[in-house]
Structure formats: C-alpha cells, structure tokens
C-alpha cells in the first residue's frame, strides 16, 4: 500500500513533465514547420509515445491551443517584469515591441491576442483575458503619469500590437521594419505642447501693430527691445525692405 501511494506523486509528476515536453516541442515545430506538422511527428521528436500525446492532448486543435495559451501566458507574465523594471510610458512601450518582435509570422497569436472568436475554448479565452488585464495596468500606470495619451484605451493596444506583427512580418528589412514599428508607438506619446505661433497682419496694415511688439512683424523672429528709442517692429532691414514694398503694392 506504502508503495501504492509512493506511486500516485511520481506519476503525476512524470505525467506534468511529459505534458511540458511535448508543449514546448510543439511549440517548436509549429513556428519551424507550420500547423501541417502531425501529432505523430511531435511525439517522435519529444521522445514520447503517440499516445503520451493523445492523452494530454486529444487532438490537434486541442494541443494548438495550449501552445497559443502558454505564449499568451507568457507575456503576461513579461507585462509584469516591464512593470516592475521600467518607467511607465517606457514599459508600456517595450512590453508591446516585445509582443510584435515574439510574434512576427504568427497568424494565429494575432488572433489569440485580438480576442478572435474562433478560438472560445476556455483555456485560450482565460489567457487572454488576463493578457488584456495585464495591458491595462500598464496603461493606466502609464496614464497616471501623462506619459500616454489620455484617449488611448487597451483595444487600441491590441489593434497596435497586430499591426505592428504584420508590418514586422511583411518589410524584407528587419531593421527598417523596426525602426517603423517603433514609429507607430511613438504615437501613443501625448502631443508636444508648443508655443503658439507670433500674430502677423497679412495686409501690412498698421493698425494691428502694437507700441512694443515681442516679434517681427513681417517673419516672426523675437526682437531684441532696447531700453530707450523706438522699438523695433522687423528684425532688420530685409523684412523692413519686404515689408515697405508689400504696402506700396497694395496701395
């Protein structure tokens, strides 16, 4: 009996490993090979029997499944350690250039990670799920600090993360790809604020100009005032010149 119940942990052991072996050799063959690659094969080349396989993975659908589920798991996890290891703005966009680089030629992780609604098994549902989740906390963390634009949402991400796979997947120059698709990222980043632009009368007219003006009327250079005389309205004799003949013109 002693050795009955000794038994029942090293199975499940054995049983969990041999699980893992043949997740992973599938993983591998699957993005070496693509989805043609048979249940037969994997088990070959895990060193296992086809029917190790079969019992932890009934068919193929089944085992395709737990492939995507774990490489979706496996950014969530990551959405952590960016979390932890980076600033805000800075994690939110690394994490996601690592979901495009991860991802690249692989169809069916655009689906998994875009909610497709031909993959409602419960197993890739729940990985996605806690993806979307782990996405959004590193959009908030990011929001909070005004890094991110405040009208980005988190289905936004997703779409940018697609698209950011296919752009990766289809330029033939990894390096120009990647230069574009941190491009794209960039425009999570809030707008510049900038100074708005010094008024100029197109007409030339000199009733709008003030007693002292800041700019030059005629190309928008910053005057220097002096103390004392009178204040410069051009910055010198150049935009005077074009100035004089624009109101001769018009006379």
């Excluded at 009955?4 to 893992?20: K, L, Y």
């Excluded at 197993?123 to 996605?128: E, F, I, N, Q």
């Excluded at 997947?169 to 809030?190: E, F, T």
């Excluded at 910053?222 to 004799?237: A, D, F, H, I, N």
């Amino acid at each position: 009996m002693q050795a009955a119940q000794g038994d029942a942990p090293a199975g499940r052991a054995d049983a969990r490993r041999n699980r893992e072996l043949v997740l992973h050799t599938a993983m591998g063959m699957f993005a070496e090979e693509g989805l043609e690659v048979s249940l037969g094969r994997i088990a070959q080349r895990a060193g296992v029997g086809a029917g190790t396989v079969y019992r932890h993975f009934p068919s193929k659908e089944n085992l395709l499944e737990a492939v995507l589920a774990e490489q979706v798991e496996g950014f969530v996890v990551r959405a952590d350690w960016w979390a932890a290891h980076a600033a805000p703005g800075d994690a939110l966009r690394e994490f996601l250039l690592e979901v495009i680089e991860k991802s690249a030629g692989r169809q069916l992780v655009c689906d998994a990670l875009s909610g497709d609604r031909s993959w409602p098994r419960a197993l890739l549902a729940g990985a996605s799920q806690r993806f979307r989740a782990a996405m959004e906390r590193l959009l908030d963390d990011a929001k909070r600090v005004g890094a991110i634009r405040g009208d980005v949402r988190v289905e936004d991400l997703s779409a940018l993360a697609v698209g950011g796979i296919a752009l990766r997947s289809a330029h033939s120059d990894p390096a120009r790809s990647a230069m574009l698709v941190r491009l794209l990222l960039n425009g999570l980043s809030p707008a510049a604020v900038t100074k708005p632009e010094p008024f100029r009368d197109p007409s030339g007219s000199t009733r709008h100009e003030t007693a002292v003006a800041a700019y030059c009327l005629e190309c928008g250079t910053k005057l220097s005032v002096g103390v004392t005389g009178r204040p410069p309205r051009y910055c010198g004799p150049t935009c005077r010149q074009r100035a004089h003949r624009r109101r001769a013109a018009a006379a």
